[in-house]
């Protein structure tokens, strides 16, 4: 049959649909859809979400072979690949908002990745200056819409004009940005949205969010947990370069007189872990209000 909301052909016997998630027996008194997919009348349409069947069967299997593939030391090692993917990928776009100019890639000689950046750019912070001032001149008339794009501007003011505070952020943003991706794919699994073969891609989306969550949890929980592990973090990049969360707890010592020390930010690393996930799952359980939200924020002159 085919989904009175979007139009996408469904399998025989299914209750929802694929594409948007729309529980069919609740769909009867809908109209055939609208040319535009992602009409205003259909986002506000928008249901809750439930933990059902699918989604228990989605979720489980992305959970057990997170585990399984990480209890094997080889696979273990294949697959961080991703969690280097994503740790890199924060940093190259933390560089360039901080107006570094950023290259990430995979390290070859000492394990990981790392992002080649090179020196601070005033013409690329003002560029990014210019970006948030178009969003606000485009948002002018939607003064929650503006609000935020002021605080998120000040914040990146606040760590822009600063050498250390700079160095902060692009030393943090590798390690925030797996756990951030990690949570950004467990809600599209849940929810079903943003995938093109949703029967293939939803369990491998679960599968690889788990997967980036465990191993950097892990990672975290070791370096207070693991002498033996905190000694050769302590050594770095081929005893030269300092790693990301050495850098974050130095330059708090020397900048504001706090000496977490690599053990301290691990574990401000771990609190701040959980936070993706329960943002995900709150965010699906409310997607109808959360929807209507994002839709007047979208909205220039709400």
């Known amino acids: 049959m ?17 594409r ?5 027996s609740k769909a009867s008194h809908w109209r055939t859809p609208m040319p535009r997919p992602y009409a205003i009348d259909d986002e506000e349409r928008v249901e809750d ?29 294949v697959f961080s690949a991703v969690v280097t993917l994503f ?47 178009y969003l606000g001149w485009l948002f002018r008339e ?13 914040v990146w003011l606040f760590f822009v004009t600063s050498e250390w505070r700079r160095e902060i952020a692009f030393a943090s943003a590798g390690h925030l940005a797996e756990f951030i991706l990690a949570g950004i794919l467990f809600y599209k699994s849940l929810a079903g949205v943003g995938w093109r073969a949703p029967d293939f891609e939803r369990p491998l989306g679960a599968f690889v969010a788990f997967f980036v969550q465990i191993h950097s949890t892990l990672f975290a929980w070791r370096l ?27 330059e708090l010592q020397i900048r504001l007189g706090f000496n977490p020390q690599i053990e301290g930010v691990a574990k401000m690393l771990i609190v701040f872990s959980v936070l993706p996930t329960i943002i995900a799952l709150v ?20």
Not at 49 to 76: D, N
Not at 142 to 154: C, D, S
């Open 2 to 18: 085919d989904c009175p909301k979007c139009g996408h052909t469904a399998a025989f016997g299914a209750l929802e649909c694929e």
């Open 20 to 24: 948007c998630g729309v529980i069919f």
């Open 49 to 77: 979400g439930r933990i059902g069947p699918s989604e228990l069967k989605i979720m489980g299997f992305g959970l057990l072979a997170a585990i399984g593939v990480y209890a094997l030391p080889f696979t273990r090692f």
């Open 87 to 133: 740790h890199e990928f924060g940093h190259a776009v933390a560089g360039w908002l901080l107006g570094y100019p950023s290259i990430p890639a995979f390290d070859f000689v000492y394990g990981g990745g790392m992002t080649h950046h090179g020196a601070f750019r005033l013409s690329i912070a003002v560029a990014v200056a210019c970006g948030f001032a």
């Open 142 to 154: 939607n003064r929650k819409a503006l609000a935020i794009i002021v605080v998120i501007f000040l």
């Open 224 to 250: 207070f947990h693991d002498q033996e592990f905190l000694e050769w973090y302590r050594q770095g990049k081929g005893g030269a370069l300092m790693n990301d969360l050495e850098v974050v707890a130095l």
């Open 283 to 302: 965010w699906y359980f409310e997607r109808a209000r959360w929807h209507r939200v994002l839709r007047a924020l979208r909205t220039a002159d709400a």
